[in-house]
């Protein structure tokens, strides 16, 4: 029995000494033993092979020569080159020879094999790149330009196959133990590649006839593969060769752009999730616009990435490694460091034992794709990455890392809120966002709201109740016929009681009431305790009356209960609903001054009056605050030109900071401005359009008054 | 100008042969040169001396010689060993010679100075601590008793002393870069010592007076140092030292259980941020409860730890590693794997260029220390970490991981959903929870809702409009001054018509309605178009209905608005109301047979009643669902004995699957059944109070019926 004094523990404690306590009396010999390490005495593979820059476009002209296409044969040069000019490698002639130091091996390229190939290419595929060895200039020329975005040589074949073959080789070598990791600096790249289409720059998919050749020779050490794709393309062909098959998880990081950015389509679509035995195997993180960097990248990995691999639990790791989401690349336009790529290898590094394959794939500014494939390198070695030099998140990225996380964590339990270790195939009201409004529409208390009580028609109610109780407000009627969906509008239009008489009248057009709360991190419901309703439009009423005005209120909601939901459109609502009023009304009361307050979208609808009927008699000023979701709205004047100058002399639009009409500060430097035919555009210092007119009251206020008062001073 | 073949770009590619580009004509060469390596050339420097081992608890009987003080000097001679047996180091006697192999350096022990102690302790503890060197036996014995869970031997001082140096030159060897990082395997542990006293195993604060030592003697390279305490404990020495101290972030996850759990205080909370200077730099992730495991932990590292670390950007990091958290240790009472270690020190290897002393703190279970040790050291030295077994995460962890993002959301912009690169100084709405419901409480439209209108009001409004219109049921008058809150509480009970007349009826007892809806991930406000209202207590109405049965449903708040809010309590409400409707209205009304339905936390004023009138001539049964943040009640007859058996007989009590009455079944195999005073208690197999109705809806329906019925026929 072991003792607390190795051994010697026949005294009590107090009693040792320390002198005869460094040699107790029956000593414990640890004789000398090799390190139990599996990973560290190895070296970090490498492939390389000069060959693979002979395929290149042929030169059709001067212009093609000075400045050569992108998926240009120095591509691999220059990494290479900078790995040995960082001691990485020792190669002084660059000759891609054998013997390359001690840090790095190398691994021999080789031609992928015609039946390696066949794992994921149709034959035909293969003839037509075989074909491609004989063919005439001319033919090669005709290929070349019929295809989508490739190129072809009489050489093309040679290096697809070897840069095909580097990828097998180098996955090989990690899977076999002969390198702890590897780094294949191959070109043509391949993740574009369908199995029956090159495209993108790409003959053959390269990493996905990797993964299969794998997935085929080592079926019982490898059952499960990851394939990391942060090109800042998606790789549809990698996808499509893994769609239905649940032994590879392939996750893509790239633009997306509404399926614009290429390849444009809507393959890359976060909901594209896979099929079959597939389903839940494919995941897709598009960002919605450019200029993404390392805490865009990060944040997708901290959310979503690391915690799904580690539930994937994988066998190999394979970075599809494009680096043209790198700062510096124009075709990507992002704006990743070489340190962001760093430890994004490092994150990976962690899984599957460290069995990790880099594979090149796209990026095209040359100096950038070497310093951040020397990144790359460096922590494959195992040098730490360097530190991230900004942490700010775009917007986008929270919303479309939320979205991701909604539609996986169907699959993904790590991704499930209140993941209770049920069968998680089971229809589940917890989490299960779409499902959980299907199954309340089944269920809910039929008479009370047809298709689940909308929690915006519950508030509307409410503030009606107490407009009509405590300020003695009256509804406007509208008749149903002469407005589309009004019959399933509630409480639409509601007025002080003075509204028939009074000289001045401020018109409020908003959107619905925001609802803020806590959310249960649990069961996704929100803490009723402290939800509140947010509606700061409410406060223009409260000081229009304060004025001894008259006030309108017209609440335009975002979305309606009932059968009509599906036609309903919240901006031709209110466009609608404000021309009924002038037409039917407000051209017949006593008023002589009018002023608008429009927020949010429901701010269209003062646009579109101002610009279909004359109303500059009545009408003396509008002030409007939209979100960054609320598009700015031109006027178009049916009457005459000089309409434009007259709204934007008397209109304020304040959005929020971050509203697309400023563009990309971080980009441009300075902000663009607006033109006139949007009114006087002011740019508020916070997002959410409460919190705008929470900053921009006042100034708000203000301009009615003046435009409301003054007018009267002029005329006395 | 570089050209696309190393120089040689005169021809076009198409004519450029093989053979002639391997060479090409002016041929770039690049000289052998050593690695730009920084760490991957560095050993991982280690700290040991077998005079740590001096410092003993002295036996005061038989029982403290088979059954040792868990803080036992073999805690360091395990580790010390493991990493011997692994071959991690050479040292055939364990004596802590200075050649220790290839792979490790030793970093020379030596004692801290009183210059370094003092810079964290008062003087005053320093005399105390070398005071022990000299007391008796007795003396040593009554100190021992009286401190906070420390002991004393004459060794202590010199024991603490290396303890402390130990750590001071471990982190010192990373700074200045003679090692790439280092563990040092010290005791007496640290962090439980606080500035002016000892507690909790520790002597002296190691890592603070080492963070303390370097930030002092390294200004220029050493800016900011994380410490990162994943201890089961909390720390709270290291704590306080650095509370107002901005310059060190302070990190530590620790099973706290509200402050019960060691050291006892609620020092450990996540509400404790730091002060002054310092306010923002002190994060606590706080267990709730015990059982957690790897998951748990990369879950905070994802979503709180790793950001943060990112955002301040450390020039080192120090790990309290206590391994008393780890999976088989029982003082502890965790899961955490020895991969999962592993996990979490590759995560923290990526900050401050690897710059990362591990410093040992507590962890009592021999074997796991060993074998947590040796993976932590296996990843210092470069070795992957190894695959985690578990990802399922405990639900506590989802609320506590919440609410630590709520509270340091104020001060770390990568926490805060919608961070716009604005000052953070200044209040904001969004995103800054608490301060948000404040706010509108200052602006809301006044009239309308007091402080800022709850959505639960504007639903039960909403409820009470449509059951009177489409229903038409009628309010039940509740006289103010018998209830408490009662005018503040609105449209509280509403009835059938015909309830005056009815020979059965079903009361339904409920919460207020939930509300789903999605968060926008941006700006925390809903989606409102998708928000809709949960309320399944509805369907037992519309069942009730069918069954021509009466219906009264009454509505219990959880929260109440208004300034009566602070004294309001919705279980003793729902008993309040129950008791008054009991008393002034449903003992007079025609009614022969009653059921009741309690829904939530009002299910209380159900058991209440029954305990505390003899409803049984009236009531045939009770159907309860509880979520499981309702607790059971037991019912308490203040009437006769035999109420606990009608009671069991006549209740059913639906339950979360996870309700706490079920015992933690991870832990105990299978679950405990709930005592017959509480009712007949059955397990769901959901979470929230909806599900559990949806999927336990029949079942209680057809209890209903055939308490209401079958007496019914019998009396026939």
Chains 1, 2 share one sequence.
Request: charged letters at 25%.
């Amino acid at each position: 029995m072991e003792t607390a004094f190795n051994g010697d523990r026949k005294r009590p404690l107090d009693s040792i000494k320390p002198e005869d306590q460094d040699v107790p009396a029956n000593l414990v010999i640890v004789p000398e033993r090799e390190p139990q390490l599996a990973y560290v005495p190895l070296k970090t593979g490498l492939c390389y092979d000069v060959r693979m820059r002979y395929h290149a476009k042929i030169f059709t002209s001067y212009f093609e020569y000075i400045d050569p296409h992108p998926e240009d044969p120095r591509r691999i040069y220059r990494i290479y080159k900078i790995l040995a000019e960082n001691g990485l490698i020792t190669d002084p002639t660059l000759s891609g020879r054998d013997q390359i130091g001690d840090l790095m091996v190398k691994i021999p390229v080789r031609e992928a094999s015609a039946e390696e190939i066949l794992l994921v290419h149709t034959p035909e595929h293969l003839r037509f790149i075989e074909s491609t060895q004989q063919m005439t200039k001319e033919e090669l020329m005709e290929h070349t330009d019929k295809g989508d975005s490739v190129y072809f040589n009489n050489d093309s074949l040679l290096s697809a196959k070897l840069s095909c073959g580097g990828a097998i080789e180098a996955c090989k070598a990690v899977v076999e133990g002969r390198v702890k990791n590897a780094l294949a600096v191959v070109r043509p790249p391949g993740h574009h590649a369908e199995p029956d289409a090159p495209g993108g720059f790409c003959l053959f998919s390269n990493v996905a006839v990797a993964a299969k050749s794998i997935l085929a020779s080592y079926p019982e050490s490898v059952r499960r593969i990851v394939i990391v794709d942060w090109d800042v393309h998606h790789g549809n062909g990698t996808q499509k060769a893994f769609f239905d098959d649940p032994r590879v998880l392939y996750i893509s990081l790239h633009r997306y752009e509404h399926g614009k950015y290429y390849p444009g389509t809507k393959a890359g679509g976060a909901d594209q999730v896979g099929s079959g035995a597939g389903e839940g195997f494919n995941v897709n993180i598009p960002w919605p616009v450019g200029g993404v960097g390392d805490a865009d990248y990060m944040y997708a990995f901290n959310r979503v990435i690391m915690p799904v691999c580690h539930e994937f639990a994988p066998d190999l790791v394979i970075i599809s490694s494009g680096f043209d989401a790198a700062d510096g690349d124009i075709i990507g336009g992002c704006h990743v460091s070489p340190a962001g790529y760093g430890h994004m290898t490092h994150a990976l590094k962690s899984l599957a034992k460290g069995n990790l394959c880099v594979v090149l794939e796209g990026g095209y500014n040359l100096d950038a794709i070497a310093s951040s494939a020397l990144r790359v390198a460096k922590v494959l070695l195992g040098e730490p990455p360097e530190e991230l030099k900004s942490v700010q998140l775009k917007t986008e990225t929270i919303e479309v890392i939320d979205d991701v996380i909604k539609i996986q964590s169907q699959y993904w339990k790590t991704l499930k809120p209140g993941y209770d270790g049920q069968d998680f195939s089971k229809p589940n009201i917890m989490g299960d966002y779409d499902g959980l409004v299907e199954k309340l529409g089944a269920v809910s208390f039929e008479e009370m709201a047809g298709k689940g009580l909308k929690v915006s028609d519950a508030i509307r109610a409410y503030q009606k109740e107490e407009l009509f109780e405590k300020r003695h407000f009256v509804p406007l009627p509208i008749l149903t016929e002469k407005l589309p969906h009004s019959s399933s509008l509630r409480d639409l239009v509601l007025c002080s009681p003075d509204v028939y008489e009074t000289d001045k009248l401020v018109i409020v057009v908003h959107d619905s009431a925001r609802v803020w709360a806590r959310r249960d991190p649990v069961t996704g419901t929100l803490d009723s305790a402290s939800a509140v309703v947010v509606d700061q439009s409410l406060r223009f009423l409260d000081w229009a009356l304060e004025q001894q005005y008259g006030v309108v209120d017209i609440n335009v909601p975002l979305s309606i209960s009932g059968s009509e939901d599906a036609q309903y459109n919240n901006i031709s609502s209110a466009q609608d609903v404000l021309l009924y009023l002038w037409d039917h009304y407000i051209q017949y009361f006593k008023v002589s001054k009018i002023a608008f307050v429009g927020v949010g979208d429901a701010y269209n609808g003062v646009v579109h009056l101002c610009g279909h009927r004359d109303v500059r008699g009545l009408v003396k000023c509008s002030v409007n605050y939209l979100d960054r979701a609320t598009a700015l709205r031109a006027i178009v004047s049916s009457i005459d030109e000089s309409v434009v100058d007259w709204f934007y002399q008397n209109s304020l639009v304040f959005t929020a900071a971050k509203h697309p009409c400023w563009g990309d500060v971080e980009k441009n430097g300075s902000s663009k401005r607006p033109r006139k035919k949007y009114g006087r555009v002011l740019r508020a210092d916070v997002e959410g359009v409460d919190n705008i007119i929470e900053e921009r009251l006042e100034e708000g206020c203000d301009f009615i008054q003046d435009s409301l008062e003054d007018y009267d001073s002029d005329s006395e």
